[in-house]
Each structure stands twice: as structure tokens, then as C-alpha cells.
């Protein structure tokens, strides 16, 4: 049996791995499809890192944790977790593969995904031209135009990303201010081939059998519609969380969720469940960013060592 089951990879997953290892727990596995290191080694260029002065890609920031994490015994088993289901006081981990892992706690640090942006043509040319991420389809558009739509940090900071590249960068907001930091709308304005396109909806995307074409936009304010000629558009309009693993054959979650499905966790990372925690991006009021997501995967293992005893 298993002391703690870590499900996910990221920056919390892989500091609860560190921190409840060498704080002396014997039997953790973190599962993760794929190799650890979360959704932040898509990010194009991290500067907030604290202790991180030279400005690093996301890949390039977290390509050692893992080693550090598993130093002190931590293991890594290239599986999906299905499902978390508790009887007593042991938690049942139903996997991908069919198999099953009992645990004496979980720990919840699954993070989240991308949201699509509900415009029309968004799915059928996703992947054709649309994209959620600019480290992995920006080179195909070098020297082209492209459209980013958002108005987050996210949105902004991979706008920036791309203008190195593009010819020009439209940045599509429905609202005429930003909700980025002020020194990431900043560098936004700073870049002289991005074009604001704001207080605008999005009509549609549009293209052919060869992928993306265009994007019409309509103003808010006069109800003009303005054609984007473009071939490729990245959508970064927020997320939604990997909570799915909680849901139980009724349909209910086996602790307390939001109408988000947010897990609701206090102080110490602890739900409603005794032995059952979270992490990271899937958590109710998650700050999404990489610091905060080790800090509560620090804060988690501290405390499951202590509720293990």
C-alpha cells in the first residue's frame, strides 16, 4: 500500500513528491502520463521564477525537478488515473490500465487545460491553423501574420512571444482593458507588430481543406465586422481544471468541488475528506502560478506527513 499517491507531475505535484519524501514517507508514486514538469514547459518565457535570473522557457525551468524530486525515492508511473474512490480509510486508485493502487492519502495536483473560446469553426480547425500554444505552433507561422485572442497574462505574454517571430500579432479582447499585470501589458505595448483589436467579439474562425484562413471579429460598439486574414489563431481565454479523477459512479465527487469543480481546500491543502488533498491550478482560488503551485504542493506533503503520523 502505498503511503501517499501524488496524482499529476507539475511544479506541486513534484514538490509534494520532494517534500513528503524526504520528510521520511517510504511508499510515494506520482502518477503522470507522459514525463513530469506540468503545463508550464509550454510557456514560452518565465522571469518570475524567484532565484531564476536569466529568463528561461518553461521546458528549461523545470527540466531538473524531477530528478531532484525522485533523489529522496520518489517513483514515477507513466499511467492515468481514472478514479478516486475511498472505503474506510483507504483510498483506491483505479488506473488507466485497469489496474488498482490502494493508498493511505492522495494528493490532487492534475492542474488544468486550456478553455476553448465556443466561436464557430473553433473545433473543426483546431489543430489546422487554431492553437492553445504558441511555444508549439509559433514556428510554423514565422514571418506570417497571426491572431491571439485573451486578455490575460497568458494572452499577452505569448502575443509578445510570437511578434519575435510574425510579421504582425492581432490581439483580439472582448473588453477594452486588460486583466494582465501591468508590466506584462507593458511589454504588450512595447511591440510595435501587435495591433490591439479590442471591445470586439469573435465571429467565427473560417478556412478550407489547407487549415486556418481568417477571423472575423464584430465591434461591440458598432456592430462592423472586420475580416482577419490570418492562417493561424491561438486562443488563450482560460482554464478549466483536471478534476475529473474526484467523480464518483453517482456523479457526485468524492469531496467538496465548486461549481468549477474547483476542489474546495483550506489553509493546509485539506479537503472535506480526511487524507484526500489538492494542489496546485485544480484548487479553489489558485493564483496559476508556478511558485504558488510549489508552495502548495510543499504545504500538502507537510501535512500528509503529519496526518500519517
Known sequence: MLDLAIIGGGPAGLTAGLYATRGGLKNVTMFEMGMPGGQITGSSEIENYPG?????????????????????????EMNQVSKVTKSGDVFTVELSDGTKQEARSVLLATG???????????????GRGVSTCATCDGFFYKNKEVAVIGGGDS???EAVYLAKMCSKVYLVHRRDTYRA????????????NIEEVTNVIVEEVYGDASGVLGLKVKSKETGEIR??????????VGRDVLSDSLKQDDGSYLCEVNEATEVVVDLKMRTNV????????????????????????????????????
Request: aromatic share 8%; net charge negative; proline share 5%.
Open 52 to 76: 531564476q535570473v536569466e529568463i528561461v522557457s518553461g521546458m528549461d525551468l523545470m527540466e531538473s525537478w524531477p530528478k531532484q524530486a525522485m533523489r529522496f525515492g520518489l517513483k514515477h
Open 112 to 126: 488544468s487545460v486550456p478553455k476553448k473560446g465556443g466561436f464557430k469553426g473553433e473545433k473543426e480547425l483546431f
Open 155 to 157: 494572452a499577452l505574454e
Open 181 to 192: 499585470a501591468p508590466s506584462t501589458i507593458e511589454h504588450m505595448k512595447a511591440c510595435e
Open 227 to 236: 475580416d482577419l486574414e490570418v492562417p493561424g489563431v491561438f486562443t488563450f
Open 274 to 309: 480526511p487524507g484526500l488533498y489538492a494542489a496546485g491550478d485544480v484548487r479553489i482560488d489558485a493564483a496559476k502560478q508556478v511558485v504558488c503551485a510549489a508552495a502548495d504542493g510543499a504545504t500538502a506533503a507537510v501535512n500528509i506527513i503529519e496526518y500519517l503520523g
